[in-house]
């Protein structure tokens, strides 16, 4: 339990790699703040957390709606008095697409929730933050930060970039307020994102790309669990962590090596 007494917040968390930080964070003891967009999933979600046996305050808002991220990070203070721990999860593959064929509106959606997204998060949550400390943890992805050979996610790779150059520029700034921030950039995990990427015509913009056998060579081409994000999640949350802070931290099983 060695985030008794800690509260967190968790975004996306209504399932995948959020759900799964979310009951990992609670079972170490953590009351948690689990914000989704889809009520009726992050109801069950918190209804889970309190069946078994810890705390949960369900958080509906849209992380790219200023007002409602306010609402949100207020509510959850104001149920649990503070805020330690921030995981700002919450995102969307949105269109990939060749970049004259990817409309304006496509690529707003996906700066919007990816970055203003994390951005609003985070804004919100450090006031509180300061007043002990704590851990930002962001999920970038292997796209944008190590590969670049997901065909037509131009805007999902250039937000993914840009959560790792905001977590180190944060690291620098926040650090004087014993808060660390850190990225965990997954790469093929068994959540529902893939099944939501809209994809048009990426054959276009695809540029084949050699790999030797086995695309995640630590499995086999298995992909890692929302689990084993969540253990490292919690690893950086908590204080064995202390002292590492502005860090990149890819969890892919070598895949991201390969190409």
Not at 109 to 119: D, F, K, M
Not at 153 to 166: D, E, N, P
């Amino acid at each position: 339990m060695e985030l008794q007494g800690k509260v967190a917040l968790v975004t996306g968390a209504g399932s995948g790699i959020g759900k799964a930080a979310a009951l990992r964070l609670a079972r170490e003891g953590a009351m948690v703040g689990v914000l989704s967009h889809t009520e009726d999933e992050i109801r069950k979600v918190a209804q889970e957390i309190d069946q078994a046996g810890g705390k949960a305050i369900p958080l509906v808002a849209d992380v790219a709606d200023e007002s409602q991220m306010k609402k949100a990070v207020a509510d959850l203070v104001q149920a649990y008095g503070r805020l330690d721990i921030v995981f700002a999860n919450a995102g969307i593959n949105g269109v990939w697409a060749p970049i004259d064929e990817l409309q304006p509106a496509d690529w707003d959606r996906t700066i919007n929730t990816n970055l203003r997204g994390t951005y609003l998060t985070i804004h919100y949550a450090v006031p509180h933050l300061k007043t002990a400390g704590g851990s930002i943890v962001i999920t970038a992805s292997i796209n944008g930060t190590r590969t670049f050979t997901s065909a037509g996610a131009t805007a999902y790779s250039a937000t993914k970039a840009a959560q790792v150059a905001m977590a180190q520029m944060l690291a620098v700034e926040l650090a004087k307020h014993k808060i660390r921030v850190n990225t965990v950039c997954p790469g093929k995990i068994d959540t529902e994102i893939a099944e939501n990427t809209d994809k048009r015509n990426i054959e276009e913009a695809e540029v084949p790309a050699e790999f030797p056998a086995g695309r995640i060579p630590l499995t086999g081409n298995e992909p890692g669990t929302s689990e084993e994000v969540a253990e490292l999640v919690l690893f950086l949350a908590s204080d064995r962590a202390r002292h590492i802070t502005g860090t990149p931290v890819w969890i892919d099983g070598a895949q991201s090596l390969l190409v």
